[in-house]
């Protein structure tokens, strides 16, 4: 096996529990969305053992699954009871959305059946993404009441809430103190959510950080410019180092669900003499070149509400983005998944603008909103359920002047 740094561990809030500062994810592996959840091909279980395994074997001691992730919490559960891992030496973090006291029971016994344990250390309500969420998870004798039931009945040791909400909505729940801990969205290129990790500091909150290499950027594939930038480190590198450089924050998930994937992650670990200049020195040349952009969002929230549901600081934030890094391929791999995600990722595509005007009293920075939605519009989008539409259009607007389409 290569060498590689020792592993950091970080207390995760007032769960007092001690965790590795990289969390083994259990999302991709293979055929792992292929349903039904519980039919294990020998590919998957044999990955899951390897890649589990590695993760064990370098410190890592933070398994992350989910409900939602369909074969996952069957697969660890195989895994490492084929690998037989003591329980002492992992935590296990899963997560599920009932919707009433009877679901969140019966769905933690079915969970935990299926991860082969008797307690998970870490339960997550699964996605307070917006007001109506909220009010379902904390209604009286609801699901995080029954969490908490269960808690004392040995079955969970902590709960907490990841979220892809806006800001306002993850203060609000971290606020109900009903939580120990919670999974967050905080990266270099998305720093809208730094006051939660603040509260959660004031809090004593343990602060997970979800996909910081994917949703943080496609760091695996960065601009030519970003990769420039970073340079003695990769981008991946920087934003787990920009990530670990707040004590608020405990554990990333880092996706690595292959070998080639664990040196580049652990990496970030490092600590060379130098390592805190050189961090610096990177971070300000990749701060400057948003200095430069023309028609800068400052990200404020004041252009919200949108009559037409347009997350207008989300697509602006892909126009900083794309004018600062040249960050074309994350743009479009964003842009590209709204109208498609739900309460997950809300909003609509730049193009059902109306100029109606109304945010553009509510702007800071004066910019033309309008203008700059419908040029980033132009730049990212490429929905294939729009193209094809657009496509058939043409097409059917070619055969009528040819007579062929009536």
């Not at 969490?147 to 979220?163: M, V, Y």
């Not at 496509?391 to 070619?398: D, F, W």
Request: proline share 6%; charged share 20%.
């Amino acid at each position: 096996m290569n060498s590689y740094p020792p592993m950091e561990y970080r207390r995760f809030g007032k769960t007092e529990e001690q965790i590795s500062v990289i969390t083994l994810g259990g999302m991709r592996f293979k055929h792992g969305w292929s349903p039904p959840r519980n039919h294990l091909p020998k590919e998957s279980i044999q990955h899951c053992i390897s890649t589990t395994r590695m993760a064990l074997d370098l410190g890592i001691n933070h398994i992350e699954t989910a409900h939602g992730y369909m074969k996952s919490e069957h697969l660890f559960g195989r895994a490492l009871k084929e690998m037989g891992v003591p329980r002492t030496t992992y935590k296990m973090m899963t997560k599920g959305a009932p919707m009433t006291g009877d679901d969140t029971r019966k769905l933690v016994e079915e969970q935990l059946n299926a991860l082969q344990l008797e307690y998970v250390d870490f339960y997550g309500w699964h996605g307070i993404n917006n007001k109506d969420l909220l009010n379902a998870a904390v209604q009286k004798n609801g699901p995080v009441e029954t969490l908490h039931k269960l808690k004392d009945e040995g079955l969970i040791r902590h709960i907490g809430f990841s979220t892809h909400g806006p800001l306002d909505i993850i203060l609000e729940a971290m606020r109900t103190d009903l939580f120990s801990f919670l999974n967050l969205h905080y990266y270099y290129f998305f720093q809208r959510n730094f006051p939660a990790v603040q509260l959660a500091d004031a809090m004593d909150m343990g602060v997970f950080i979800i996909s910081p290499n994917e949703k943080g950027g496609m760091l695996w594939k960065p601009s030519a410019k970003v990769e420039q930038l970073c340079q003695p480190d990769t981008p991946v590198q920087f934003n787990g180092k920009f990530c670990l450089s707040h004590p608020q924050i405990t554990t990333l998930s880092m996706g690595m669900h292959e070998p080639e994937h664990f040196s580049q992650n652990l990496a970030l670990l490092v600590q060379e003499k130098d390592s805190n200049r050189q961090f610096s020195g990177i971070k300000q040349k990749m701060d400057s070149q948003l200095e430069r952009v023309h028609g800068l969002c400052t990200l404020c929230d004041k252009c919200m509400p949108c009559p037409e549901n347009i997350n207008i600081p989300e697509i602006l934030r892909f126009r900083n983005l794309l004018e600062g890094y040249d960050m074309i391929d994350y743009g479009r791999f964003r842009y590209n998944m709204l109208e498609g995600q739900g309460h997950w990722f809300p909003g609509t595509f730049s193009f059902h603008c109306t100029e109606c005007g109304d945010c553009l009293p509510r702007c800071p920075e004066n910019l033309n909103i309008p203008k700059l939605l419908f040029e980033t519009h132009d730049k990212l989008f490429d929905h294939p359920k729009y193209l094809i539409g657009k496509i058939t259009n043409a097409l059917g607007s070619i055969l009528k002047r040819l007579k062929l389409w009536k």
